[in-house]
C-alpha cells in the first residue's frame, strides 16, 4: 500500500498569513505516461463531508479560491493557503490515486492563531 | 441539485449486519465510478469500496469478503452490504462519487455524502 505522511499535524496561522501542509507519499504517484501526479487535496470543515479542493497536484477544482494551491510531483507535495482567512479553518487531507487501495493522509488540522 | 444522501445507518452488534444506501440526485448516476469512504469519529478517512459503471467491484483486505458494493441505476442508489461487523467498522460512511475521466479505482472524490453513522457494539 503506498503510505501517505502530512505534516504539520496541526498548525496555527494568523488572518491573512500563509498555511503550507505537506504531504509525503511512500512511492511516486506521478504517471510518466500521461506526465500527471495522482494526487488530491481535500478540504473537511467541522461537522462536514470533504470537499474537493485540489486535483492532479495542482490544478483547483471549480469555484476554489484562488489563495488555494498545490504543487510538487512525484512523492513530495504541498498544498498552500496564500492568505488565510476565517473559513479555512478545517482539516486538509491528502490523497494519492495511483494504485489500489486509494490512500489518504493523516489529516492536517488548520487554525487561527 | 447535485448530491449524494446516505442511508442506512445505525447501532449493531458485533458479527451483525447492516445495509447502508447511498441516493444520488442531479446527474446522470449510471455514467460514474461510485465508492464508500469512511472516517472513524475524529480521525481520518478509508476507502472501503469501488463500483464501477459496469459494476465491477473492488476492496481493500480489511473489508474483502465481509463487505458487498452494489449499484441501481434505475433508481440512481448505490448500496453496502455489512456483514460480520466489528468494533473497528464504527465510523462514518461516505458515499462518494469519482471524477470523469480515469479508472474506477484510481480517481478523486469530486462528491462526497454527508455520511450516515455506524455504530458496532453489544
Known amino acids: 500500500d503506498i503510505v501517505m505522511t502530512q505534516s504539520p499535524d496541526s498548525l496555527a496561522v494568523s488572518l491573512g498569513e500563509r498555511a503550507t501542509i505537506n504531504c509525503k507519499s511512500s512511492?511516486?504517484?506521478?504517471?510518466?505516461?500521461?506526465?500527471?501526479?495522482?494526487l488530491a487535496w481535500y478540504q473537511q470543515k467541522p461537522g462536514q463531508s470533504p470537499k474537493l479542493l485540489i486535483y492532479w497536484a495542482s490544478i483547483r477544482e471549480s469555484g476554489v479560491p484562488d489563495r488555494f494551491s498545490g504543487s510538487g510531483s512525484g512523492t513530495d507535495f504541498t498544498l498552500t493557503i496564500s492568505s488565510l482567512q476565517a473559513e479555512d479553518v478545517a482539516v486538509y487531507y491528502c490523497?494519492?490515486?495511483?494504485?489500489?487501495?486509494?490512500?489518504f493522509g493523516g489529516g492536517t488540522k488548520v487554525e487561527i492563531k | 441539485e447535485v448530491q449524494l444522501v446516505e442511508s442506512g445507518g445505525g447501532l449493531v452488534q458485533p458479527g451483525g449486519s447492516l445495509r447502508l444506501s447511498c441516493t444520488a440526485s442531479?446527474?446522470?448516476?449510471?455514467?460514474?465510478?461510485m465508492h464508500w469512504v469512511r472516517q472513524v469519529t475524529g480521525k481520518g478517512l478509508e476507502w472501503v469500496s469501488a463500483?464501477?459503471?459496469?459494476?465491477?467491484?473492488y476492496y481493500p483486505d480489511s473489508v474483502k469478503g465481509r463487505f458487498t458494493i452494489s449499484r441501481e441505476n434505475a433508481k440512481n442508489s448505490l448500496y453496502l452490504q455489512m456483514n460480520s461487523l466489528r468494533a473497528g467498522d464504527t465510523a462514518v460512511y461516505y458515499c462518494a462519487r469519482i471524477a470523469r475521466g480515469g479508472s474506477y479505482t484510481r480517481g478523486y472524490f469530486d462528491l462526497w455524502g454527508r455520511g450516515t453513522l455506524v455504530t458496532v457494539s453489544s
Open positions: 512511492q511516486s504517484v506521478f504517471y510518466s505516461f500521461n506526465n500527471k501526479n495522482y
Open positions: 442531479g446527474f446522470t448516476f449510471s455514467s460514474y465510478d
Open positions: 490523497q494519492q490515486h495511483y494504485d489500489t487501495p486509494l490512500t
Open positions: 463500483i464501477g459503471t459496469f459494476a465491477d467491484t
